[in-house]
């Protein structure tokens, strides 16, 4: 197939671009490199730099190439949400409505990434806010105007090409970057935050099997289906943790507690987050070593 990956320079998107080109799909990738990176470009993938918002006006031998859109391209990370609001609605809304306007126009399916702290309330943060808003404008054109999409919603990804530094790391990015160089790993609260670890190859292949089954008109839930504690996390990777001040808009829980995945892909998450961090403590012992 001739895929088109949204945000493809990205955490979710390159390790998605590897698993389709390691399966003979031509791919491409359509991403405005705000977060995403170019020592993540695969080879045998032709990427574009360009904002998702403008995706309409692209070469219409390009667009008339594509089979099916993943749409992963966003603006992620709840806390520095509050400090750019509109940039937030302005992508993950804005841009999913053009995304959702061209599958439409192209005949072609869409399968969206939406966010798992839809759970936590939709009016919590503008993060969750403007991704709650993307899955309501594909509703509306699958109920309306034929748009055949699934979406997914991710639980607390972690895994190769996440992000190290900068203020769209998430927790295991950051740690593990702050064990390896030597700087303090910070808690915000009291460290009791439990959340739903979910490796990202277990993320890939659900995405890959709801193509491979043509599983659309679908909410798929994509989480381990066991959540730890900030603290132990902590405890896994043998760190004392600086203790700060509680963040706004977080939740105190993630959990995936539906079984829809399973039930109607035959998806089972494998990878267990201890197995992983022990990998990287030995790993970093053997290097001091």
Same mark, same amino acid.
Not at 88 to 94: D, E, G, P, R, V
Not at 203 to 211: Q, W
């Given at each position: 197939?001739?895929?088109?990956v949204?945000?493809?320079?990205?955490?979710?998107?390159?390790?998605?671009?590897?698993?389709?080109?390691?399966?003979?799909?031509?791919?491409?990738s359509?991403?405005?490199?705000?977060?995403?990176?170019?020592?993540?470009? !695969?080879?045998?993938?032709?990427?574009?730099?360009?904002?998702?918002?403008?995706?309409?006006?692209?070469?219409?031998?390009?667009?008339?190439? !594509?089979?099916?859109?993943?749409?992963?391209?966003?603006?992620?990370?709840?806390?520095?949400?509050?400090?750019?609001?509109?940039d937030?609605?302005?992508?993950?809304?804005?841009g999913?409505?053009?995304?959702?306007?061209?599958?439409?126009?192209?005949?072609?399916?869409?399968?969206?990434?939406?966010?798992?702290?839809?759970?936590?309330?939709?009016?919590?943060?503008?993060?969750?806010?403007?991704?709650?808003?993307?899955?309501?404008?594909?509703?509306?054109?699958?109920?309306?105007?034929?748009?055949?999409?699934?979406?997914?919603?991710?639980?607390?990804?972690?895994?190769?090409?996440q992000?190290?530094?900068?203020?769209?790391?998430?927790?295991?990015?950051?740690?593990?970057?702050?064990?390896?160089?030597?700087?303090?790993?910070?808690?915000?609260?009291d460290?009791?935050?439990?959340?739903?670890?979910?490796?990202?190859?277990d993320?890939?292949?659900?995405? !890959?099997?709801?193509?491979d089954?043509?599983?659309?008109?679908?909410?798929?839930?994509?989480?381990?289906?066991?959540?730890?504690?900030?603290?132990?996390?902590?405890?896994?990777?043998?760190?004392?943790?600086?203790?700060?001040?509680?963040?706004?808009?977080?939740?105190?829980?993630?959990?995936?507690?539906?079984?829809?995945?399973?039930?109607?892909?035959?998806?089972?998450?494998?990878?267990?987050?201890?197995?992983?961090?022990?990998?990287?403590?030995?790993?970093s012992?053997?290097?001091?070593?």
């Open positions: 197939m001739r895929i088109l949204t945000g493809g320079a990205g955490f979710v998107g390159t390790n998605l671009i590897k698993r389709l080109l390691s399966e003979d799909h031509t791919v491409y359509l991403d405005n490199y705000s977060t995403g990176l170019k020592e993540n470009e !695969i080879e045998g993938c032709t990427y574009y730099s360009n904002d998702i918002q403008k995706i309409s006006a692209y070469d219409k031998r390009f667009m008339d190439k !594509i089979d099916i859109v993943y749409h992963m391209a966003a603006i992620a990370r709840i806390q520095p949400s509050f400090e750019r609001p509109e937030y609605i302005n992508t993950n809304f804005q999913t409505y053009e995304v959702v306007k061209y599958c439409i126009q192209n005949n072609i399916p869409l399968i969206y990434a939406g966010s798992s702290s839809k759970h936590n309330g939709r009016y919590k943060n503008p993060y969750t806010f403007s991704k709650d808003m993307g899955e309501d404008i594909i509703k509306l054109y699958q109920e309306n105007f034929g748009l055949r999409a699934s979406i997914t919603r991710f639980y607390n990804v972690y895994g190769p090409h992000l190290t530094e900068g203020g769209y790391t998430t927790l295991l990015g950051r740690w593990l970057n702050n064990i390896e160089k030597g700087l303090p790993c910070e808690i915000y609260g460290g009791e935050k439990r959340r739903d670890f979910t490796h990202v190859d993320i890939v292949d659900a995405l !890959i099997k709801i193509a089954q043509l599983t659309y008109g679908y909410d798929f839930e994509l989480g381990r289906g066991k959540n730890y504690s900030v603290n132990e996390v902590a405890q896994m990777l043998k760190i004392n943790p600086i203790y700060k001040g509680n963040k706004p808009g977080e939740t105190q829980e993630t959990l995936n507690i539906d079984k829809s995945a399973q039930s109607i892909l035959g998806w089972e998450p494998k990878i267990n987050l201890e197995d992983y961090l022990n990998i990287f403590i030995t790993n012992n053997n290097e001091k070593n």
